[in-house]
């Protein structure tokens, strides 16, 4: 090894130490914030507080954290894993809602051992029966890709300007629409998060590879029964000409 290479290794290095250094604090106390479990407790112990939840910035806050990270399908049961981790956190987010009047249970993000879909297995005998009460990771995601939360924001309140004359009515109307602008932005950083978990998520890539596996299957189940269609004994002409005869008389 080269003097360069080996001084750019050591800078490299030092680097990772210090960034680990700086980073992991920050991360594990970030990470206890949306144990599922503890951020329950925190809830119920904030019953009687004006408390507004998680808010945008804490969903800004959790994309960054998860950034550049990769699914490992092996450490799916890891409390640090990254599939753990977002579990957890829109846990956090649905009991969230439950506090603001949600009815929804919607399905969990799950494990690597989920399914996009049972639809992409039932075909397949070797896969149907074992897979048939698996969770499917779809469905997280056909329910948080629209998602839209029941907070009120009440707590945004718009001042009146210095000098302005105070007038509740308009107070009132600015501070409407001032919530109504926080609930889309949320709507949206939620939306936007869940996005960038489907383009990277191994359980959507192996979907779209079952999607294509049972379109071959079908086709080789098609062709199969065209050939043996066509190998199917027919009659003899001239016995076709007699059974119309016969029918004719």
């Given amino acids: 090894m080269g003097l360069l290479e080996f001084l750019f290794a050591l800078l490299t290095g030092l680097l990772c130490l210090v960034f680990n250094w700086l980073w992991k604090p920050w991360y594990k106390s970030f990470r206890k914030r949306y144990d599922f479990q503890a951020y329950v407790e ?3 112990a904030n019953a009687n507080v004006l408390d507004p939840g998680i808010s945008l910035q804490d969903v800004l806050d959790f994309e960054t954290s998860i950034d550049g990270k990769l699914f490992d399908m092996r450490d799916d049961h890891n409390d640090e894993g990254l ?19 949600s009815k929804d249970h919607p399905q969990e ?3 690597a051992h989920y399914v996009w879909s049972y639809e992409d297995w039932k075909w397949d005998p070797q896969f149907a029966r074992v897979l048939q009460n698996v969770g499917e990771a779809g469905k997280f995601y056909a329910y948080w890709s629209h998602f839209e939360t029941l907070k009120s924001f009440e707590w945004i309140q718009v ?30 950083a939620i939306q936007m998060l869940v996005r960038g978990l489907f383009e990277h998520d191994p359980r959507c890539i192996i979907h779209l590879a079952r999607v294509a596996e049972k379109a071959r299957w079908l086709a080789s189940q ?5 050939r043996s269609a066509g190998n199917r004994p027919t009659a003899h002409p001239s016995r076709r000409g007699r059974r119309k005869k016969k029918a004719k008389a």
């Fill in 42 to 44: 925190k809830a119920h």
């Fill in 83 to 101: 599939f753990r981790r977002i579990e957890d956190f829109f846990l956090c987010l649905t009991f969230d809602e439950f506090r603001w009047g």
């Fill in 109 to 111: 993000f799950g494990c």
């Fill in 159 to 188: 001042r009146a300007e210095p000098g302005e004359v105070s007038n509740a009515n308009r107070i009132k109307r600015r501070n409407k629409v001032a919530q109504e602008e926080a609930r889309k932005r949320y709507n949206q």
């Fill in 222 to 226: 098609t062709a199969e029964k065209n």
